[in-house]
């Protein structure tokens, strides 16, 4: 079930609201959290029953192991570390063959010619972030730094609908204290409003933005092995994938946010304006920020972090790049994509230390450097959009001009608009196509000042961008329940209905 559908947005949410409030009235909130545990798995089995049988013995044997773990820790830790790297390589070894079977797979039979039985394998939805989920639950047992929640606790942790699919990856002392608060189960206006808030510029992001600008993209990448596109097509398509993704995360993280929200739950921020980031580690403090917290909580400083000298310190920070990049994807793109972000970042650290050294070396402006940061970080992306090495590279080829500055096919367009005008261009392409390209286009430039000259949604709705303790910002924008931010929302809901005749899935619903 998609955020961005009707049977969600006019069926699922309001039941689930409904039924949450109604039973959030009794003195006993289990019936409340049950009913929301039962939603989720509603949510989650809408996609395949199959795999929520997965979900849930994952569930119970994590669950299970958890509590062995903190009922030994104090008198036997050496079993208690045993149990926990068990836990760790039985989640991971379960992620490894939904995820990366195929892949494996089709890279041993490339290298020895022997073929393995593994095309069948698919990939349940959200494995990724479950299993990241119930790791941290394990590693933070053994350590100390979780409590002994009930199963039914534990379960809505894992489950709870709004970060199930694609996060924000919300930790076990994050979300479960907050579903023993007796204040979440009664109806809050303020809070509704915020969520509704929050959900609707989302969902404006993905409908209006992020799915036209991407259609943008699709053609140039998914034919660059076979048509190699210009210079103008290669940026114009990484462009506007950069453009394109930047909104549909950006989207579903308000959505997440937003859905939390309207049931008195506080998740943390995920995303906040990464392309106004002066350097890669600035980037990789405002992009995805839950998923790098968790690598530098539980992979980078479990590899030992910077307390083993300079070498292992950037031999780690590579590794857990490299990890996060094969995390998004099953292919070597994505693995080049970690690489590059992990090369850039031991440039950055080692320009930093530069600096440090130099006080009088010469600093890079702030715009230059955001422009510097934009730029690699575009080209990375060049492999995170390719669905292979090859489209990457004729993608990098036109970028350079390798490749001419246009393509045949554009070159005959742009002829024929000289010659004939725009009634020579729809006679090839036809109308709608040259009017679908032209609003795309238009959407982009406006896109482009969103990303540079707007508030982020939490700065709208929140009055901050990333830090709760932080000083309120644009006061002028500021959200406020009243009748314009009402009128505001369902104009918002209405237009997105009249789009949703073509759903397409969150670009994070594949990871």
């Given at each position: 079930m998609l955020f961005n559908s009707h049977v969600f947005i006019l069926l699922f949410l309001p039941l689930t609201l409904a039924g949450f409030f109604l039973l959030g009235r009794l003195?006993?909130?289990?019936?409340?959290?049950?009913?929301?545990?039962?939603?989720?798995?509603?949510?989650?089995?809408?996609?395949?029953?199959?795999?929520?049988?997965?979900?849930?013995?994952?569930?119970?044997?994590?669950?299970?192991?958890?509590?062995?773990?903190?009922?030994?820790?104090?008198?036997?830790?050496?079993?208690?570390?045993?149990?926990?790297l068990l836990g760790v390589a039985a989640n991971v070894g379960l992620l490894a063959w939904y995820k990366y079977a195929i892949f494996i797979t089709d890279n041993v039979a490339a290298l020895t010619g022997l073929d393995f039985a593994a095309g069948g394998v698919v990939l349940p939805l959200a494995i990724s972030f479950y299993t990241f989920l119930q790791i941290a639950y394990l590693v933070d047992t053994r350590n100390g730094r979780a409590e002994h929640y009930s199963f039914l606790d534990y379960t809505l942790f894992v489950t709870f609908f709004p970060h199930l699919i694609a996060g924000p990856i919300v930790h076990h002392h994050e979300l479960i204290p907050q579903f023993q608060r007796p204040a979440i189960y009664r109806f809050q206006p303020g809070e509704v409003a915020a969520g509704i808030a929050f959900f609707a510029i989302g969902l404006v992001k993905k409908l209006v933005?992020?799915?036209?600008?991407?259609?943008?993209?699709?053609?140039?990448?998914?034919?660059?092995?076979?048509?190699?596109?210009?210079?103008?097509?290669?940026?114009?398509?990484?462009?506007?994938?950069?453009?394109?993704?930047?909104?549909?995360?950006?989207?579903?993280?308000?959505?997440?946010?937003?859905?939390?929200?309207?049931?008195?739950?506080?998740?943390?921020?995920?995303?906040?304006?990464?392309?106004?980031?002066?350097?890669?580690?600035?980037?990789?403090?405002?992009?995805?920020?839950?998923?790098?917290?968790?690598?530098?909580?539980?992979?980078?400083?479990?590899?030992?972090?910077?307390?083993?000298?300079?070498?292992?310190?950037?031999?780690?920070?590579?590794?857990?790049?490299?990890?996060?990049?094969?995390?998004?994807?099953?292919?070597?793109?994505?693995?080049?994509?970690?690489?590059?972000?992990?090369?850039?970042?031991?440039?950055?650290?080692?320009?930093?230390?530069?600096?440090?050294?130099?006080?009088?070396?010469?600093?890079?402006?702030?715009?230059?450097?955001q422009g510097l940061t934009l730029l690699v970080v575009m080209v990375a992306w060049v492999f995170f959009a390719a669905p292979d090495l090859g489209a990457a590279l004729a993608v990098l080829a036109g970028m350079t001009g390798l490749n001419g500055i246009l393509q045949p096919g554009t070159a005959t367009l742009l002829s024929a608009a000289l010659q004939g005008g725009p009634g020579a261009v729809v006679a090839i392409t036809g109308g709608m196509a040259l009017l679908t390209g032209i609003l795309s286009l238009l959407i982009l430039g406006g896109a482009l000042l969103v990303i540079f000259l707007a508030p982020n949604t939490q700065e709208i709705v929140d009055g901050r961008t990333a830090a709760p303790e932080e000083a309120p910002r644009w006061p002028i924008l500021r959200f406020r329940p009243h009748a314009i931010s009402a009128c505001t929302a369902a104009a918002a809901f209405l237009l997105a209905l009249a789009l949703m005749a073509d759903v397409k899935e969150f670009v994070y619903f594949q990871f």
């Open positions: 003195k006993d909130m289990r019936p409340a959290r049950l009913w929301l545990l039962t939603a989720s798995l509603i949510f989650y089995g809408w996609w395949s029953l199959t795999y929520l049988g997965l979900l849930l013995g994952s569930m119970l044997a994590n669950y299970a192991l958890g509590r062995r773990i903190g009922a030994v820790r104090a008198s036997a830790p050496g079993q208690a570390r045993a149990l926990m933005i992020a799915d036209p600008v991407g259609a943008l993209a699709t053609p140039v990448f998914q034919d660059a092995a076979a048509v190699p596109p210009g210079l103008l097509e290669a940026w114009l398509g990484t462009v506007a994938f950069s453009v394109g993704l930047y909104f549909d995360f950006s989207a579903y993280s308000d959505m997440a946010i937003g859905l939390a929200r309207m049931f008195g739950v506080h998740f943390p921020y995920n995303f906040n304006a990464p392309y106004k980031a002066t350097s890669i580690i600035d980037f990789w403090r405002r992009w995805h920020m839950t998923l790098s917290h968790f690598l530098r909580d539980y992979v980078y400083i479990a590899m030992g972090g910077s307390r083993c000298g300079t070498l292992r310190r950037h031999a780690n920070l590579m590794a857990t790049m490299l990890l996060g990049g094969l995390w998004h994807g099953a292919g070597w793109t994505f693995v080049i994509w970690g690489g590059l972000h992990g090369a850039y970042l031991l440039v950055n650290h080692g320009w930093r230390s530069m600096a440090r050294e130099r006080p009088g070396l010469p600093r890079l402006s702030a715009p230059v450097a």
